[in-house]
């Protein structure tokens, strides 16, 4: 079997540190030591990345390790010279606990909270909460198609993008299999108008107003012609459609949720230690 990349490192870093302290005592599972401070080989292991040659390996190892010592070096010296230590320990002890909490509240809700919730829940939410879920951009439902210049049955082409009718859709897309150069079917769904603007040469000040207004589009540039048949438009301050809003909706409930699980965890845990006599305070009433 082809030794590894990491092995190549580990064997050149071995012999590299040999020039710090080619101590008999050091462990054997230590592959740099620094004062009362090691850095083990598993750990090396684990932070260079597959698939490197032996030799990319062995100098992003080389590198790993060469930042490791001097950011224990610094690090020792910060120590002994930082000024208001004891403020620096109340942060870490502080950023600590907050990490820990952290951990636990994403353990508990990944366990008990539930992240599947009855259709009806979502849309109920939506209907009662149509304010939170305003446009900030228009949305457009519709039907686009790029052809080239020369294209053959441009006037087929400019009957079929405008009727909606199967019958046309159908026509239109084995057109395009053959010779569009890009087509976008969304009769069924809303997207970003900002989608659609960045594939046309639409040249006016107010895009948005023109396709609002125009619904069904031509344009041509010096190397194709677009059409763009708009049936569906809602602008900004208009409320999204259920379908489009729905991702919004799911996570605002969610999150909803989690919280309330969380709030109601520290108010038992709260209620527990009064009962067991646990907080012991010196406020008083009004305080």
């Not at 598993?42 to 010592?69: F, K």
Request: aromatic content about 10%.
């Amino acid at each position: 079997m082809k030794p590894s990349g990491y092995f190549f490192a580990v064997c050149f870093l071995i012999s590299a540190v040999s020039c710090f302290n080619n101590s008999p005592e050091l462990n054997e599972h230590v592959l740099v030591q620094v004062d009362n401070h090691t850095l083990l080989k598993a750990t090396l292991r684990s932070v260079v990345p597959s698939g490197l040659s032996s030799e990319d390996s062995a100098r992003y190892a080389d590198s790993y390790v060469r930042s490791w010592i001097e950011d224990i070096l610094l690090y020792d010296v910060a120590a002994k010279n930082i000024p208001n230590s004891a403020e620096l320990n109340r942060l870490v002890d502080n950023y600590r606990r907050t990490l820990i909490i952290q951990n636990y509240q994403q353990e508990l809700i990944r366990q008990r909270v539930s992240m599947v919730l009855p259709e009806q829940e979502l849309q109920d939410y939506y209907a009662a909460h149509s304010d939170l879920f305003l446009l900030e951009r228009p949305l457009i439902k519709g039907l686009f198609i790029k052809v080239p210049l020369k294209a053959p049955q441009l006037a087929n082409v400019r009957r079929w993008y405008k009727d909606t009718a199967q019958v046309a859709v159908d026509e239109l897309e084995k057109y395009s299999l053959r010779y569009s150069l890009a087509y976008e079917y969304f009769y069924d769904r809303w997207l970003p108008l900002d989608e659609i603007l960045g594939k046309i040469p639409l040249k006016t000040e107010r895009p948005e107003e023109e396709i609002r207004q125009r619904r069904q589009l031509e344009l041509q540039d010096t190397t194709a012609h677009y059409f763009l048949n708009v049936t569906g438009y809602l602008g900004v301050g208009d409320v999204r459609p259920y379908d489009y809003a729905r991702p919004l909706v799911l996570e605002l409930l969610l999150n909803r949720n989690r919280t309330e699980y969380i709030r109601q965890i520290k108010a038992d845990l709260y209620e527990e230690a009064l009962e067991q006599n646990r907080i012991i305070s010196n406020l008083k009433p009004n305080e």
